[in-house]
């Protein structure tokens, strides 16, 4: 995993793709800068995403513009997904990919300038013009435009993913854009009020089998002896057969054990 950077870089570099993730469209420019629109959005990087989000994203005005979801501008995008199919012709082959999220398909013209010299290297007989991906996770990228009424990508790479952790840094590449674009970056749990995740309500209260284990292992070391059973009762105001039939499935689970007399216990 040292091969890959962080993901507070606030640009991706150029060059092949061969793993990680800070890099940019293999064109020979470099380093590109990004630029950010009034919704916060990055429009001129390459830009994390699923493809659940490339298949939502919408046109705003200027219907050759770019796409934009979640207040995230769509040009340069890549995504991680399994090839589900991959069918060379003459002039193309045409990739069917899904992630999870959705399934997309896409064309690498045979004459693309964007393939790299080991595609090139491996190209087969046969008509076949680039490594055979069916089966296998691939990091692609492209940019995302309109062909014929559908959603495509323009001079797309894709390469095989070796180390399966790129797949996890990836959508985690993808939460932190989604979180910046929303303005989430930063905010604490309570402040948030478009979570990425689901949590339990603050003031849910611990059911009686908690409370009766947290008050057992609180006064274990000093009731040394056994926690009684009465004493339970006094301090949490429960039945007592409530609280023997709570104790009684806390033996059980290994949690607490009988301490020197009957009726009391100790924590494990």
Request: charged fraction near 20%; include cysteine; proline fraction near 4%.
């Amino acid at each position: 995993m040292s091969g890959y950077q962080g993901y507070n870089q606030t640009e991706y570099t150029g060059g092949n793709y061969d793993g990680g993730f800070s890099r940019g469209v293999s064109n020979g420019e470099g380093s590109q800068s990004r630029t950010t629109t009034s919704g916060g959005a990055r429009s001129n990087s390459i830009t994390p995403v699923t493809v659940k989000q490339m298949l939502d994203s919408d046109q705003q005005g200027n219907p050759d513009g770019p796409y934009i979801i979640n207040n995230v501008e769509l040009n340069l995008v890549s995504f991680v997904a399994i090839v589900r199919d991959q069918t060379p012709s003459d002039t193309n082959t045409l990739y069917k990919v899904e992630d999870g999220t959705g399934n997309f398909e896409f064309r690498r013209w045979h004459n693309d300038s964007s393939r790299n010299n080991d595609e090139m290297d491996e190209e087969m007989s046969g008509g076949e013009h680039f490594p055979n991906m069916k089966g296998k996770y691939a990091f692609i990228t492209g940019s995302l435009k309109q062909f014929n009424e559908k959603k495509n990508l323009q001079y797309p790479t894709v390469t095989e993913i070796t180390d399966h952790n790129q797949v996890l840094y990836h959508y985690l590449n993808a939460i932190k854009v989604h979180s910046e674009a929303q303005g989430l970056s930063g905010k604490s749990v309570e402040d948030n009020s478009n979570p990425l995740f689901v949590s339990a309500p603050a003031h849910e209260e611990a059911d009686i089998g908690t409370k009766i284990l947290k008050l057992i292992k609180d006064n274990t070391p000093s009731m040394p002896d056994g926690v009684p059973v009465q004493y339970i009762q006094q301090q949490l105001g429960v039945d007592y057969s409530e609280i023997v039939d709570n104790c009684n499935t806390l033996e059980e689970e290994a949690k607490i054990y009988n301490g020197v007399e009957e009726g009391t216990y100790l924590a494990v």
